[in-house]
């Protein structure tokens, strides 16, 4: 089974408008951590926001907030204000564990095109 | 934030050639380092996890002989693409977990041709 599932492989949205990048894991872990990763043309991994399974509260890193829902096993990434520089892939991905050496699992990615 | 080179970052290079990429922690020290390709419009695939001072565990199906990774101090660790073919030109990318906190930080990647 996909350890990390992005259902939408493209995503429009407007200029100053929120959007909602979907993201569904799979583990029978109870610690792990969530990831989302913003890959522009130039093809670097931008870390964003980072959300911890025992975290009780919704991560948030400026325009960025993590919408986690730990009985659906989701972990939505929301993007408020949007802007023409967010357009790039996003990956969401989940490491198993808080040990060093564990691996992270990637989904295939959201293509965000945020038009003017 | 922690920062992580690899060089370098565009490489064209004949079929049966052998190519070395190199990736550096510039100001953490890392144990684990981890090596992935990705195809076009494609996600990111782990090939292998580099520890230092031991050998590399491979991800199934990643030929450890044609991808040799050597890992030899705590900010470098090494992949060689040995006797290169068309079909491993892709885009490799290596990151690093600093200790001090739970990302991992990436490398800005390394873009191969094979002719």
């Known amino acids: 089974a996909q350890k990390i599932t992005q259902t939408q492989p493209g995503m429009f949205v407007q200029e100053k408008e929120a959007v909602t990048l979907d993201c569904t894991y799979d583990?029978?872990?109870?610690?792990?951590?969530l990831f989302w990763y913003k890959q522009p043309s130039s093809g670097e991994m931008i870390f964003l926001i980072y959300?911890?399974?025992?975290?009780?509260q919704n991560a948030t890193e400026g325009r960025y907030s993590l919408n986690f829902q730990k009985a659906r096993k989701s972990a939505n990434l929301v993007i408020s204000a949007s802007q023409l520089g967010d357009s790039a892939m996003y990956f969401c991905?989940?490491?198993?564990?808080?040990?060093?050496?564990?691996?992270?699992?990637f989904g295939s990615g959201t293509k965000l095109n945020v038009k003017p | 934030g922690a920062v992580v080179s690899q060089h370098p970052s565009r490489v064209i290079c004949k079929s049966g050639t052998s190519v070395k990429i190199e990736c550096r922690s510039l100001?953490?020290?890392?144990?684990?380092m981890f090596w992935y390709r990705q195809f076009p419009k494609q996600s990111l695939m782990l090939m292998a996890t580099?520890?230092?001072?031991?050998?590399?565990?491979?991800e199934q199906g990643v030929e450890k002989d044609k991808f040799l990774i050597n890992h030899a101090s705590l900010t470098l660790s090494t992949l060689t693409v040995t006797s290169a073919h068309p079909e491993d030109s892709s885009f490799y990318i290596c990151?690093?977990?600093?200790?001090?906190?739970?990302?991992?930080?990436f490398g800005p990647g390394t873009r191969l041709t094979v002719l």
């Open positions: 990151s690093a977990r600093d200790q001090r906190g739970h990302e991992q930080f």
């Open positions: 583990t029978s872990d109870q610690s792990y951590g």
């Open positions: 959300q911890g399974s025992y975290d009780e």
């Open positions: 991905a989940m490491r198993e564990g808080q040990d060093n050496f564990n691996k992270f699992y």
């Open positions: 100001d953490f020290q890392a144990t684990t």
């Open positions: 580099s520890n230092e001072g031991s050998k590399a565990t491979y």
